[in-house]
């Protein structure tokens, strides 16, 4: 017996040295989360990209990476087509099922930003234990501001141009009333956390770049 005692002993020291690595690897690269927090409508998704290239960090959009479900008819993909219809919000296990699963794709990423995702509090502290287990945490939360106005605008522009089928009038109230229910209440979860910072979301594409790059504390 006393060779299987000692086996399980090494295997435990690899084991325990390879997590140690593991961690400390993780923890020296200074890798910054970045989440773009924001109502529907107020330019996440344009300022993610641009954010993301410019840092070289890797832009996650949960609204895109469920579109491209729906689009291909996966499995997945039919499961939330119609709560995507109807702007509800999709259930908060698959989403954190496809954070994990895309997060471990990218694991020696300088850094990600986040568009989309948290919209509860429940998947904001499911990323923060995820970030925790790899020694990181959410660096920053930039919220752009943009008034009720000019979100239904702006969404019923891009309905007409892209023909989403969720920018329907009817659509887009079920989608604020969602933002104010369950995301609207994160600013407060990051507040508490020091990493919340607004920053004005109405002008030029560009203007509203800088302001976010400025505020970005790298
Ligand atoms: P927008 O950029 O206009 O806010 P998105 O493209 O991010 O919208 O998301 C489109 C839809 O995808 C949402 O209305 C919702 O149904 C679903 N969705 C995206 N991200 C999430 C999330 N984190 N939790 C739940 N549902 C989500």
Redesign the pocket.
Known sequence: MAWITTDRAEIFLIFTSWMSKLIITNSKRNMFNLILFG????G??TQAVKIAEKFNWVHI????I??AEVGQGTPLGIQ?KT??EA??????EL?IEIMKSVFLKHEHAEGFVF??????LN?AQELDKMLCRLNHSVKQVLSLEVDEDELVKR?LKRAMEQGRT?DTEEVIKN?LV??HAHTKPLQQYYREKGIYTEVHGVGGINDIFESLCKAIKK
Not at 87 to 92: A, F, I, P, R, Y
């Open positions: 109502p529907p409508g107020a996440k998704g959009s949960t609204g895109d469920l579109r939330v709560v995507m702007g509800h919000l999709v259930s908060d989403l568009d989309g995702f948290p919209r509860t998947q969404l969720d989608r969602q933002y």
